[in-house]
């Protein structure tokens, strides 16, 4: 009888309705978790009966019932925090975890270290990342983010560079090591590093010997110089700068490098002085040190030693690295947070948490740095919010609710039929 056909449809309508309020209450109740994706109920007609068999035409329908649940995967807003281990993910992709049941992937990107130097999430779960080499680059070997060691060792001045420029108007000197000052056309100090660490301060004197051509000599007090005398200073390198007819510098020329510092430092040590690249180095002179007619002066110089340096701060940049800065100044990348990306984010398996694992559908994790192939770009101090709009939920809340009371009507209107029936026999 078609009155209990519209029992059963109805029924269908009040089951669909219902299960499509708990996809919206879902929605509702992680409005605030980090990193969550919205989910939407999708519905399929019920097919029962065709009047007229395979030839199709009149076909009587048998109701309703929740087809799809749909992950809604854009991309939620993005809020600045204070934690530098808070990451966001703008664009594509997922963070990649250790969990207890194989790799997990997360848009939820609240991070610290753990007790043992580890990038963990919230559950302890080891974040993924790339890992770099002994040069400090960026590898594809994906593993476990780790601190280490705290602490790095010191690391002797091994190079040393300047960029500066030598007053061609100068006089020719002849120096005197007993009187440097008096006797050089210019100076300029540099603090250097020995083999354990030491801070040692030299000083480069320069003089002309002729048009074009300049003597340099680095040296040392007698303090710092194994058998010195302190107040005398020692030389410890020497050479010469050869200037073209334009101020180019056309060459440079060792003649001396040995650093014997006391205080348990090593004997001989090397540091590798550099002007800049000469034409003789293949250079065109543009970046290198000048013989200009005017004031001689150094616009900037460095060297790569340092002090036995600890930890002091941690920071992540926008393309994922993470960085140490160490008090002595040293700065070094630990790693680089790995980016998973998936052919079809929707086919992904909720586990909770804030986790998804792979599936069939989704296709397997290929794993990138941030930014590249289509993955997203890396914020730190920053985390995603959920992309539940509350607002359309709750049309959503009241249109479901409008559906289930329309369904319960028709079951109350096929009840009020059978009832007309059952009343034919009085």
């Known amino acids: ?37 919205s989910s939407r109920a999708e519905f399929q007609d019920v097919l029962a009966k065709s009047l007229k068999g ?14 799809h649940i749909k992950a809604i995967m854009n991309q939620g807003d993005v809020a600045r925090t204070e934690s530098i281990t808070d990451l966001a993910l703008n664009g594509n992709g997922f963070f990649r975890v250790e969990a207890p049941f194989g790799y997990g992937y997360t848009r939820d990107g609240s991070m610290n270290f753990d007790k043992e130097g580890y990038l963990v999430n919230g559950d302890g779960y080891k974040v993924q990342g790339f890992k770099v080499d002994e040069d400090g680059d960026i590898t594809n070997q994906v593993g476990p983010i780790r601190l280490g060691n705290t602490t790095i060792p010191a690391a002797a001045t091994e190079n040393a560079d300047f ?5 061609s108007r100068a006089p020719v000197k002849q120096f005197n090591i007993a009187e440097p000052e008096e006797t050089s056309n210019f100076s300029h100090s540099l603090t250097v590093y020995d083999n354990v660490g030491t801070a040692r301060l030299v000083t480069v004197y320069y003089n002309k010997t002729a048009n074009n051509n300049w003597d340099y000599r680095v040296l ?26 334009k101020g180019v510098l056309q060459e440079e020329q060792e003649t001396s490098n040995s650093f014997n510092f006391n205080q348990g430092a ?14 003789a180095e293949g250079g065109d002179g543009l970046d290198a040190t000048t013989q200009y007619g005017s004031d001689s002066t150094v616009a900037r110089h460095n060297q790569d030693g340092a002090t036995a340096g600890t930890l002091g701060s941690l920071s992540f940049n926008d393309d994922g690295i993470l960085t140490a800065v160490y008090d002595n100044g040293v700065s070094r990348s630990i790693a680089s947070i790995a980016v998973a990306k998936f052919e079809n984010n929707e086919g992904l398996f909720k586990v ?12 397997q994790a290929s794993m990138g740095k941030p930014g590249e192939s289509g993955r997203g770009e890396i914020l730190s101090k920053s985390i995603e919010l959920s992309n539940v709009d509350i607002a359309t939920e709750f049309v959503e809340l009241m249109k479901t609710q409008r559906n289930f009371s329309a369904n319960a009507k028709t079951l109350q209107t096929s009840d009020q039929m059978l009832q007309e029936v059952l009343q034919i026999k009085r």
Do not use: H, Y
């Open 1 to 37: 009888m078609g009155i209990l056909r519209s029992f059963n449809i109805g029924v269908s309508g009040l089951s669909a309705m219902g299960s499509g309020l708990s996809v919206i209450s879902d929605n509702i109740a992680n409005a605030g978790t980090f990193g969550f994706k």
């Open 54 to 67: 395979i030839d199709g035409g009149d076909q009587l329908g048998a109701g309703v019932k929740l087809g």
């Open 163 to 167: 960029s500066m420029n030598l007053d």
């Open 220 to 245: 040392a007090d007698g303090k710092d110089a194994a058998g010195g005398v302190a107040g005398q200073m020692v030389e410890m390198a020497a050479g010469k700068l050869i200037f073209n007819d």
């Open 266 to 279: 090593a004997p001989g040590q090397k540091i590798k002085f550099s002007w800049g690249e000469s034409i």
């Open 352 to 363: 909770g948490k804030n986790l998804f694992k792979e599936s069939r559908k989704s296709g």
